[in-house]
């Protein structure tokens, strides 16, 4: 009974069972793709696994992996296929710039909004950084990302 249809995004199930995670582990600093999917399976948000899952986990929720299709920031990559919940000022892929960060509330079931009243007070409260370090965090592996040329050519557009 407690469980929902698919009409849950998957981006939003991938986020709940990270955040579960940490709120079970918060001596870890990050979890494999494994162990968030096994807590997904465990919590069994939706009524069935869906093959989505994998391609969020790895790609479309990750903030600092260039974008496939989705520009979601709800997850950070650590380290090869290990993943936390994203953090306001972590660095992330220029084209997700705006991408979505936390479920809407509306979208996920009532029992998980503690999860997002936890991640505004405890997970994302402000840090104490230098904005300015925190800018050149974001945009220092900017290199790797884009083709230096066409990224000069971009900031050119319009000067002329």
């Known amino acids: 009974m407690g469980r929902v249809s698919a009409a849950i995004r998957v981006a939003d199930e991938v986020w709940i069972a990270t955040a579960l995670l940490h709120r079970e582990h918060p001596e870890a600093a990050d979890f494999s793709l494994k162990e968030i999917e096994t807590r997904l399976a465990r919590e069994a948000v939706t009524d069935e696994k869906r093959p989505g899952v994998y391609p969020h986990l790895s790609v479309h929720c990750v903030a600092n992996r260039p974008p496939d299709r989705g520009r979601y920031r709800m997850l950070f990559e650590t380290a090869p296929s290990r993943r936390r919940l994203f953090r306001p000022g972590d660095p992330y892929h220029p084209k997700r710039d705006g991408g979505k960060i936390t479920p809407d509330r509306a979208d996920i079931p009532p029992k998980y909004h503690s999860l997002l009243d936890w991640y505004e007070r405890e997970w994302a409260r402000p840090s104490s950084k230098d904005p300015l370090l925190a800018l050149a965090a974001r945009h220092r ?9 066409e990224y000069v050519r971009q900031l050119r557009e319009g000067l002329e």
């Open 141 to 149: 592996d900017l290199w790797r990302t884009v083709d230096p040329d």
